[in-house]
């Protein structure tokens, strides 16, 4: 398959893209500046390119050829500076939407390609009608849990509304919401697949790594399962 990544220097991005290159797909790998990634990722079945997601038209220009567009945006690269993505993410909660109306526009010229937007946890329903990202109690709670500050709340509502912008597009979109505790890892393969209600392990944890969402992601790239649809994973 042909498949771009968005975000391919962040920490999920650049996992999806190793995962994608060794099961033999071809790799369009995108970041705001490709200048560097370019002399520094040299790969069998890689190339890199400049790609602005809040652009329309540079998405739209991209996707020829492409079977798969994931996106791991992020205002920021949390994998050089976590901090300063959370800063931003906190300064405009609004650009995950704005990003998703982006590329919804983007795939108008291109309705074949399939989009998979990864997004947040705080959308999934912890219980029924009950979604964390609706309630300052729920998420506060969480927040301190992860050591995030409570002012993130309104970048885990900004991922929401982002799933929401989707929901109401005919393209052929795919949300991932991945574990609430996602961390760089072990690649296991083994893990549970969910819909809107997160994955629990044996003690009650929703988790996993890094490298095994990158396995979901490419599985649901190779074998669509999740069509106009959210799906989630963990332990």
Known sequence: ?????????????????????????????????????QHAERRDNLTWASLDVLDPQGVAAVLPGLD???????????????EETVRRSIADPTVYATAARALLKGLESHPRTRLIVIGGAGSLEIAPGVVRADSDELLHTTLDQLGLPR???AAVRGHRDALDVLRL?????????????????????????????????????????VEDAAVALVDEAELPRFV?????VGY
């Open 1 to 37: 398959m042909h498949i771009g990544v968005i975000g391919a220097t962040g920490t999920i991005g650049s996992q999806v893209v190793t995962e994608a290159l060794e099961r033999g797909h071809h790799v369009r790998a995108f970041s705001r500046d490709a200048t560097q990634a």
């Open 68 to 82: 798969v567009l994931i996106s791991a945006f992020q205002p920021g690269n949390a994998a050089r500076d976590f």
């Open 169 to 209: 597009s005919n393209r052929l979109w795919t949300y991932f919401s991945p574990a609430e505790d996602i961390a760089p890892g072990e690649r296991t393969g083994r893990f549970r697949v969910g819909g809107d209600q997160p994955v629990l392990d044996a003690e009650g944890r929703s988790r996993i790594s």
């Open 151 to 153: 002012a993130y709340a």
């Open 228 to 232: 106009q649809r959210r799906f989630t």
